[in-house]
């Protein structure tokens, strides 16, 4: 499971800050995102997502807030196979409507693969390049997030700011740097994203 580090501290902030609606977590690790989502008025649910079972397995367990469902994703793969009428133990009149969110919370895995690498941390390592698992992300975003909806999305100057940065115009979105912040060796980045 991924330890929040300065990267998650850093969109936790704006998590808590600018989440709204029906929030989507995306690779929720130990679940700060989500819980932070859920400290804000305007949201009414989240769905945190992990390709780890034993993450959700944690999540599951250790998190009791009755606006967060966890379930186990591969980005957006299961996504709409749910019902979201267990969420607040409300039904929903229009279950397709859950596929759409507000906004999407996204500390991707963003380190380039190094060549010797044994072990392959799917927490840690976005592709070999780094930024194989953020074109995945935005390949599919725009059909998930509502019209005015929001993206917030932290990454390294170790992926390239600019590679990141044509992902998410050639994707159909635009974008606003909320912070920076150095670390040793690279510069986190906080991102606000919307449709075009």
Known sequence: MYQPAEDSLLLEKYSEELSKGNVLDMG???GIQAIAAAKNRTVTN????DIDKETIS?????????K?????SDLFSSIGKFDMSEINGKI??????????DTIIFNPP??????DLKIKDKALYGGKQG????????????????????????????????????????????????????IFFEDIYAYEIKKR
């Not at 944690?58 to 009755?66: D, F, S």
């Not at 963003?110 to 060549?115: Q, R, W």
């Not at 979105?173 to 150095?182: A, M, P, T, V």
């Open 28 to 30: 929720t690790g130990l």
């Open 110 to 115: 963003y380190l380039p693969e190094e060549k």
């Open 92 to 101: 929903s009149e229009h279950p397709k409507k859950s596929q759409f969110f």
């Open 46 to 49: 989240i769905i945190a997502t």
């Open 131 to 182: 930024i194989e698992l953020i074109e995945r992300f935005f390949l599919q975003a725009r059909k998930y997030l509502n019209k005015n909806g929001i993206v917030l999305m932290v990454f390294s100057s170790i992926t390239g700011k600019s590679k990141v940065n044509n992902i998410i115009k050639k994707s159909g979105f635009k974008f606003k740097e909320l912070d920076k912040q150095h």
């Open 68 to 72: 967060i469902k966890f379930i186990i």
């Open 58 to 66: 944690y999540c599951k367990r250790n998190i009791k807030n009755k």
